[in-house]
């Protein structure tokens, strides 16, 4: 029986999906805040946005770092092409699982608050 092997599948493919539509709006955040440096010459302004880069880039590293280990959690679910058997989950799969589990948590939560605050640096950078 594959169950427990199917549900942890099918949650790993959640996370690919979710993962990444936040790099692709993280990337997208990214190219409005360098359209900003190279449109403005204000000084202070550069530094502000830089800051804003910064935080999307080193998300944006976590994503692909996150992405390679939940590639390498699906891989110990898979063997000769099937997944495994329930069985054959192992206590080191059950909690790279759980851990992975959360840390996605953590990147949509840390995407949400990142996403918020630069869209509202560009909305003031616009009013």
């Not at 994503?63 to 000769?80: K, N, P, R, W």
């Amino acid at each position: 029986m594959t169950g427990l092997a199917l549900k942890y599948s099918t949650e790993i493919i959640s996370w690919k999906e979710s993962l990444m539509n936040y790099l692709f709006s993280a990337t997208q955040l990214e190219q409005r805040l360098q359209m900003v440096i190279a449109a403005d010459s204000i000084t202070d302004l550069g530094t502000h946005t830089e800051a804003y880069l910064t935080m999307i880039e080193a998300f944006v590293d976590r994503g692909h770092a996150m992405s390679t280990e939940i590639i390498h959690q699906q891989a110990m679910l898979v063997h000769d092409g099937k997944l495994i058997e329930d069985n054959d989950i192992t206590e080191l799969i059950r909690i790279e699982q759980s851990r992975l589990r959360d840390d996605i948590n953590d990147v949509k939560n840390e995407y949400v608050l990142l996403s918020k605050e630069t869209t509202d640096f560009l909305k003031r950078l616009h009013s």
